[in-house]
């Protein structure tokens, strides 16, 4: 399928390994000129070259911190325009809200909620004047199932999906579409790192610890990354302009709901 979205261009954030490079490589194989962002800048330029020799659209890189506004005007000031906007953070760190002063919720308010409507507000005024664009941010299943300990991330993504909720009914009727997607368990870095941690804690190797997650997944299996780029390349796609304001969970079933 002709996803018809070559030679429009995206900006993919936090793309430099994990669920942020699939999307920026599918986009990228569809013929998509992307810009990827992180923090880190040299896992950043291997990213880059990585997805440039794959071949497709081109491929550029900004080392920026997304929830600064100085990182965020570095951006823009090399790149006014995108078509195609994908956020996405990594998530603030467990606790117990006990412990949480009013300075780390706004860490985690500013990286999970403010830093993506900043980047929207930049970027969708354009998008609308010319007719397209396509927003998809990356935040978590724990949108529809928060989870016990990650009060940060429960509170501050619902923030986020709440706002885009009221604003996507705004901005489609001039072929803008704004969704979210909400990964559950995937194969990443980030993943093993959280199993490693996880191992540590209870003693187990890592890899008793994978088999544990995985043989209470419904699938028996963890998501694959490019499952999941090639799900955002599809939201950006000229065919899916109908749909707008959803949160799309990709856990392979794992959320007992409808």
Same mark, same amino acid.
């Given at each position: 399928?002709?996803?018809?979205? /070559?030679? $429009? ?5 936090? %793309?430099? *390994? ?27 330029? *291997? #990213?880059? %070259? ?31 325009? =995108? ?5 996405? /953070? ?18 985690? !308010? ?9 980047? @929207? $507000? ?12 396509? @927003? ?5 299943? *724990? ?12 509170? /501050?993504? #619902?923030?986020?999906?709440? =706002? ?16 979210? !997607? ?12 959280? =199993? ?7 003693? !187990? ?49 794992? =959320?007992?709901?409808?």
């Amino acid at each position: 399928m002709d996803l018809g979205i /070559a030679g $429009k261009k995206a900006l993919v954030c936090g %793309a430099s *390994a994990g669920l942020g490079l699939a999307c920026a490589q599918a986009l990228v194989s569809e013929g998509v000129d992307v810009v990827i962002v992180a923090r880190t800048e040299a896992p950043l330029v *291997a #990213a880059a %070259a990585a997805l440039a020799a794959g071949g497709g659209g081109r491929v550029d890189w900004v080392c920026a911190d997304v929830a600064s506004e100085e990182g965020r005007a570095r951006i823009f000031v090399q790149h006014p325009d =995108f078509d195609i906007l994908v956020t996405n /953070a990594g998530g603030p760190p467990p606790g117990d809200f006990r412990d949480w002063d009013r300075d780390t919720w706004l860490r985690a !308010l500013d990286a999970n909620m403010l830093a993506p409507i900043a980047l @929207i $507000k930049a970027s969708v005024d354009a998008m609308m004047a010319r007719g397209f664009g396509r @927003i998809i941010n990356i935040t978590s299943s *724990a949108v529809k199932a928060p989870v016990d300990g990650l009060g940060l991330s429960n509170g /501050a993504r #619902a923030g986020l999906t709440g =706002f885009v909720a009221g604003l996507a009914r705004s901005t489609v009727s001039r072929g803008v579409t704004i969704n979210n !997607l909400l990964p559950g368990t995937f194969d990443t870095a980030r993943l093993a790192g959280n =199993f490693e941690a996880q191992a540590r804690r209870e003693g !187990l190797s890592a890899d008793v610890v994978r088999a544990q997650r995985i043989a209470k997944h419904p699938a028996r299996r963890l998501g694959r990354p490019d499952e999941f780029g090639h799900t955002c390349a599809y939201l950006c796609s000229v065919h899916a302009g109908y749909i707008n304001g959803q949160n799309i969970l990709m856990d392979g079933g794992s =959320f007992a709901g409808v």
